[in-house]
């Protein structure tokens, strides 16, 4: 487990994670949304690395997608921003989010290289299994960066064996079947799946998806190591384009009420 992960879930309480689209809706506002949510106390902070076709996000994720692509972000634009991340926080552990064509575009130990040289902690990469994910691991693992494995309501007792090889950092629980942002979670199944996952390994368990405000992040942080919201966030981003103090003053509002929830 990479230092900063290691040293956040070593405190008892629950953790909040926040995931925001990189660039979006371009660069410099993207890194003052982070720089909000981090100064309301946010424990982990999952940045989106934008990609053309991101097929396990709903619309909201899939049109910042398309406005960080449109203002010209690329890869190393996302990494340039977890650097001034790290000028400003160097302890808040910092994950990026996306998919496997992007990295192999770039090289995989080219960007594990640059990765640790930002100062990036995890990766979640979307549609990268753990039977193919073997160089990204060996390269990540050497970088002391933590790839982080993806669990959904579907996986049975051997492909969660399968998936816990070399798993590290946390675990990343998919609440619902399907995309983000469409279904909210099913409480009383996500214990039950979360229990059961528990009974075969030490990791902390993070749930994602369908985690909307603070209501689902007071309830699912009862049993959940940490919750992760999202989409939530991408959508005040999206219906304040035209007013980015607006955006701004209410992603502050929303984070803080957020943070409230896993406290209580």
Do not use: W
Not at 171 to 200: C, D, F, P, W
Not at 234 to 253: A, C, W, Y
Request: glycine share 6%.
């Amino acid at each position: 487990m990479s230092y900063r992960i290691r040293k956040t879930f070593e405190k008892k309480e629950k953790k909040l994670v926040t995931f925001t689209t990189g660039g979006d809706p371009d660069l410099d506002t993207s890194l003052k949304i982070l720089n909000t949510i981090m100064n309301n106390g946010i424990d982990i902070i999952e940045i989106g690395m934008p990609f053309s076709d991101p097929m396990a996000d709903g619309p909201t994720i899939q049109e910042s997608s398309v406005r960080s692509i449109a203002s010209g972000t690329k890869i190393n634009d996302i990494l340039e921003i977890v650097n001034k991340v790290r000028k400003i926080n160097n302890e808040i552990p910092i994950i990026l989010m996306g998919y496997y064509n992007s990295i192999f575009n770039m090289g995989v130990k080219s960007f594990a290289s640059k990765c640790a040289d930002a100062g990036v902690d995890g990766l979640i990469i979307v549609d990268l299994q753990p039977e193919e994910d073997s160089e990204l691991y060996k390269e990540a693992k050497e970088k002391n960066i933590d790839l982080i494995r993806l669990i959904t309501p579907t996986t049975d007792e051997e492909r969660l064996k399968t998936i816990l090889h070399n798993a590290s950092g946390f675990l990343y629980y998919v609440t619902v079947t399907g995309i983000t942002g469409q279904n909210s979670a099913n409480v009383e199944h996500l214990k039950k799946s979360i229990m059961t996952i528990r009974s075969s390994t030490e990791l902390p368990i993070v749930a994602g998806f369908g985690i909307k405000n603070r209501r689902d992040v007071e309830q699912i942080s009862i049993f959940a190591d940490g919750v992760v919201v999202g989409s939530s966030i991408v959508n005040i981003i999206k219906n304040n384009l035209n007013n980015k103090n607006k955006m701004i003053t209410e992603i502050d509002k929303f984070t803080k009420d957020l943070k409230k929830g896993v406290k209580e």
